[in-house]
């Protein structure tokens, strides 16, 4: 019975080895649209919480430049305790001597006022209020002084022109800082600027090998940095351009490289080796180095497989296991700048364009703690077109010099690779921080 | 034709010409396998389609480890099997008394005749889970252990299937074959 049974699985087993049957033509129509799945929605989630980030970080860091520069900015009004019933409004950052204090102390509207007051305007001098101040008003001689009368530690608004001398007692000439009709207007700035930098990626053609890759690569810390031109189009807004260059670099983990592979390679082939990447294929440049994929087989292509050479019985020297993409651009932005908040720190919003020119394209192992150059990425588009959006600070020393700090999200709007299905769109964080100077 | 690896890279790209050529090199021999599984030609579709779409699913996990004919045909027979397990309770193990015997055993000389399509016909009258237990064991070469662990049945119900499923079969080859020798003689 058990040979009989055995005979029978037999007759089943062969019989049937080679059975196919055409299924109906309605199965495939059923599977295509449940083969490539719609990831989109989490992709825009993505984008939706980066650019929460960026807005909300943007927010914070205009609420606290505006609390920062109220406090600065804010008036401090005192009393003058030798004069009663005649408040004096008197701004804490220009202190009016005690001479000039009558000057506004004849408003008549002043009422006694607490020790301290915010939000009164300061209140425009007359012709009365002016000529302590100013000698020989409407003399045909002598400087014309027009909206705000400045010195060192005092301001006095004006309500017109007037023309005539400085009343030494009060003012000094010594100390009238200046007191120009129309001020001084720099229209240039340039600045220097750098920047680490996080840089990943949007993958936005999800499927599985991307998928798959993108778990495997790690972005490593970048830098970018480079000089900046601005020209100042009105009040608020000015147009920016410059140079930056920046290093990307892409970890792809689990590769083991090893050198010395040249002893054993018959066809003495630079290109042995093929990785596929997110950023496209690292073609070996060398017959020296050997890979090996300790996590997947579908990565590397090549002849020299685990199972025909094995680098360890070789004796191979091995190097690291993992292999970096380097990739180095310069960049050319064109960004709009608007300016929210002029003050001694001053916030401002930047947003633009840019052209990304490659001009480094390398892939290393590490050899004795430096670099050893494998090969390089194939497939790499030359240029790459980023949009940028950033908040930036800008603290002013003095009218010429300011301390720049610029949190920037840069999203590259056509992929590093024109591989076909691998559309990672890269996309960095990075804060710039420099000084600028105007001129 | 394309080799298989260039197929699979460009599935797992999204490639829909790709996906399409896998599944038209491997949608008849799967299919086939399926109606040998499955009790009727509904369920087996349901069986290929889901089975495919967990090819595709799964296919970035695919190692190149052992062929890539035998792993299609894996997820396929489990996909089969998770279908029986969801519907068992449905199936009642027929009993073997039911079984009309009409021929004695035939002799080996017998099997020559059958085809493909008649051995797929008589496999598919089968009771479920003998169906399932002689597949399994004779046509993919599990062992009882494996199967009492892949159908949640003890490896002695596996073996008492499995002889059930030979006897149902061998009768059932031997009314076959008795009724083509009538047929032919007239």
């Known amino acids: 019975m058990v040979d009989r049974g055995a005979n029978i699985d037999v007759v089943f087993r062969n019989g049937l080895k080679d059975y196919e049957v055409l299924p109906p033509a309605d199965v495939w129509d059923k599977i295509r649209p449940a083969v490539r799945k719609n990831q989109?929605?989490?992709?825009?989630?993505?984008?939706?919480?980066?650019?929460?980030?960026?807005?909300?970080?943007?927010?914070?860091?205009?609420?606290?430049?505006?609390?920062?520069?109220?406090?600065?900015?804010?008036?401090?009004?005192?009393?003058?305790?030798?004069?009663?019933?005649?408040?004096?409004?008197?701004?804490?950052?220009?202190?009016?001597?005690?001479?000039?204090?009558?000057v506004i102390a004849k408003q008549e509207q002043q009422e006694p006022v607490s020790d301290v007051v915010t939000d009164i305007p300061i209140p425009v001098a007359n012709d009365n209020q002016v000529s302590p101040v100013l000698n020989n008003i409407e003399a045909e001689?002598?400087?014309?002084?027009?909206?705000?009368?400045?010195?060192?530690?005092?301001?006095?608004?004006?309500?017109?022109?007037?023309?005539?001398?400085?009343?030494?007692?009060?003012?000094?000439?010594?100390?009238?800082?200046?007191?120009?009709?129309?001020?001084?207007?720099?229209?240039?700035?340039?600045?220097?600027?750098?920047?680490?930098?996080?840089?990943?990626?949007?993958?936005?053609?999800?499927?599985?090998?991307?998928?798959?890759?993108?778990?495997?690569?790690?972005?490593?810390?970048?830098?970018?940095?480079?000089?900046?031109?601005?020209?100042?189009?009105?009040?608020?807004?000015?147009?920016?351009?410059?140079?930056?260059?920046?290093?990307?670099?892409?970890?792809?983990?689990?590769?083991?490289?090893?050198?010395?592979?040249?002893?054993?390679?018959?066809?003495?082939?630079?290109?042995?080796?093929?990785?596929?990447?997110?950023?496209?294929?690292?073609y070996t440049s060398t017959s020296d180095v050997f890979l090996i994929d300790k996590i997947s087989t579908i990565r590397i292509s090549t002849n020299y497989t685990s199972d025909v050479f094995d680098p360890t019985k070789a004796n191979l020297k091995y190097l690291d296991n993992s292999l970096t993409q380097s990739f180095s651009y310069l960049e050319l932005p064109l960004f709009l700048k608007y300016k929210l908040v002029d003050k001694t720190l001053g916030l401002n919003v930047i947003g633009g364009l840019s052209s990304n020119f490659l001009v480094n394209n390398a892939v290393y192992s590490s050899l004795n703690g430096g670099k050893y150059l494998v090969g390089k990425t194939e497939g790499v588009n030359p240029i790459a077109f980023s949009s940028s959006l950033g908040m930036g600070m800008e603290y002013n020393f003095s009218k010429s010099i300011s301390l720049n700090l610029e949190p920037t999200f840069r999203y590259y709007i056509n992929p590093f690779t024109g591989a076909d299905g691998m559309r990672i769109h890269p996309y960095s964080f990075g804060i710039f921080s420099g000084l600028s100077y105007k001129f | 034709m394309p080799e298989i690896k260039n197929i699979i890279n460009g599935?797992?790209?999204?490639?829909?010409?790709?996906?399409?050529?896998?599944?038209?090199?491997?949608?008849?021999?799967?299919?086939?396998?399926?109606?040998?599984?499955?009790?009727?030609?509904?369920?087996?579709?349901?069986?290929?389609?889901?089975?495919?779409?967990?090819?595709?699913?799964?296919?970035?996990?695919?190692?190149?480890?052992?062929?890539?004919?035998?792993?299609?045909?894996?997820?396929?027979?489990?996909?089969?099997?998770?279908?029986?397990?969801?519907?068992?309770?449905?199936?009642?193990?027929?009993?073997?008394?039911?079984?009309?015997e009409q021929n004695a055993e035939p002799d080996n000389e017998d099997y020559a005749g059958l085809g493909a399509r008649d051995l797929m016909e008589i496999i598919r009258e089968l009771p479920p889970r003998y169906r399932i237990v002689f597949n399994l064991f004779a046509i993919?070469?599990?062992?009882?252990?494996?199967?009492?662990?892949?159908?949640?049945?003890?490896?002695?119900?596996?073996?008492?299937?499995?002889s059930r499923a030979r006897v149902i079969l061998q009768r059932r080859v031997g009314s076959y074959t008795g009724l083509k020798k009538n047929l032919i003689n007239g």
């Open chain 1, 40 to 102: 989109k929605p989490v992709i825009i989630l993505r984008a939706a919480a980066m650019i929460a980030v960026v807005l909300s970080l943007s927010f914070l860091a205009y609420k606290w430049s505006m609390n920062l520069s109220d406090r600065l900015g804010s008036f401090s009004f005192a009393v003058n305790p030798e004069s009663e019933n005649q408040g004096v409004a008197v701004p804490q950052r220009n202190i009016y001597h005690q001479a000039a204090i009558p």
């Open chain 1, 141 to 282: 001689n002598g400087p014309t002084f027009k909206g705000t009368l400045k010195s060192k530690n005092n301001i006095i608004p004006l309500e017109k022109s007037y023309t005539g001398q400085l009343n030494p007692n009060l003012y000094s000439p010594a100390f009238v800082s200046d007191i120009p009709e129309k001020p001084e207007d720099k229209k240039w700035t340039i600045a220097a600027l750098v920047s680490p930098t996080y840089y990943s990626g949007f993958n936005s053609d999800h499927n599985a090998l991307t998928s798959m890759l993108v778990s495997k690569e790690q972005a490593v810390i970048s830098y970018s940095g480079g000089v900046a031109f601005a020209y100042k189009i009105n009040k608020r807004f000015s147009v920016q351009s410059g140079l930056y260059y920046s290093s990307l670099g892409n970890e792809l983990s689990g590769i083991s490289s090893y050198s010395g592979f040249y002893n054993y390679d018959r066809t003495k082939n630079d290109h042995n080796f093929e990785v596929l990447t997110t950023n496209g294929t690292v």
């Open chain 2, 11 to 100: 599935c797992l790209l999204g490639n829909r010409r790709d996906q399409e050529l896998l599944y038209r090199r491997y949608a008849a021999k799967l299919y086939a396998v399926c109606l040998q599984y499955s009790g009727n030609d509904e369920e087996a579709r349901d069986i290929l389609q889901e089975g495919f779409i967990k090819i595709f699913e799964n296919l970035v996990h695919y190692k190149y480890e052992g062929s890539f004919d035998g792993w299609v045909r894996r997820i396929v027979v489990n996909t089969a099997l998770e279908k029986y397990r969801s519907k068992h309770n449905l199936y009642r193990i027929d009993d073997i008394d039911q079984i009309p």
């Open chain 2, 140 to 162: 993919e070469g599990y062992s009882h252990k494996e199967i009492s662990g892949m159908m949640s049945i003890s490896e002695g119900t596996s073996k008492s299937n499995l």
